[in-house]
């Protein structure tokens, strides 16, 4: 039972289910986002459903509008997500320069080094 209770409380099964629940609800955001974007693609050129259209008797309409929903769909997350999460990680946790002139051989001199002080 303790070995239950303790993979219940571990750090990344809660975190896990955290940004499960919090995608599932972002889901619906950024959903209605694009049925806004696809309303006004359908402002400026018609209706923004293709499911309809079906040149020579091929019925490609519903996979056009699923095309041009999921590249919607992908620049929405990218340029309202994506990008600002990496600049807010740049400006608030800074990677660490890399050391100057280390090489592969010494740093794992370095870490030899050390874990043969430990023991």
Same mark, same amino acid.
């Given at each position: 039972?303790?070995?239950?209770?303790?993979?219940? !409380?571990?750090?990344?099964? $809660?975190? !896990?289910?955290?940004?499960?629940?919090?995608?599932?609800?972002?889901?619906?955001? *950024?959903?209605?986002? *694009?049925?806004?974007?696809?309303?006004?693609?359908?402002?400026?050129?018609?209706?923004?459903?293709?499911?309809?259209?079906?040149?020579?008797? $091929?019925? *490609?309409?519903?996979?056009?509008?699923?095309?041009?929903?999921?590249?919607?769909?992908?620049?929405?997350?990218?340029?309202?997500? $994506? *990008?600002?999460?990496?600049?807010?990680? /740049?400006?608030?946790?800074?990677?660490?320069?890399?050391? /100057?002139?280390?090489?592969? /051989?010494?740093?794992?001199? /370095?870490?030899?080094? !050390?874990?043969?002080?430990?023991?």
């Amino acid at each position: 039972m303790s070995g239950f209770k303790k993979f219940l !409380l571990q750090g990344d099964l $809660v975190a !896990l289910a955290v940004a499960f629940i919090i995608g599932g609800a972002f889901a619906t955001v *950024v959903k209605s986002l *694009v049925a806004v974007i696809m309303d006004l693609i359908g402002k400026a050129g018609g209706t923004p459903n293709f499911s309809s259209y079906t040149p020579h008797g $091929v019925h *490609v309409g519903a996979f056009i509008t699923a095309l041009i929903s999921f590249v919607i769909l992908a620049a929405v997350v990218y340029f309202f997500i $994506v *990008v600002p999460y990496t600049r807010a990680k /740049e400006r608030f946790f800074p990677t660490p320069p890399a050391a /100057e002139g280390a090489t592969t /051989e010494s740093l794992l001199a /370095e870490i030899r080094d !050390l874990l043969a002080a430990r023991q």
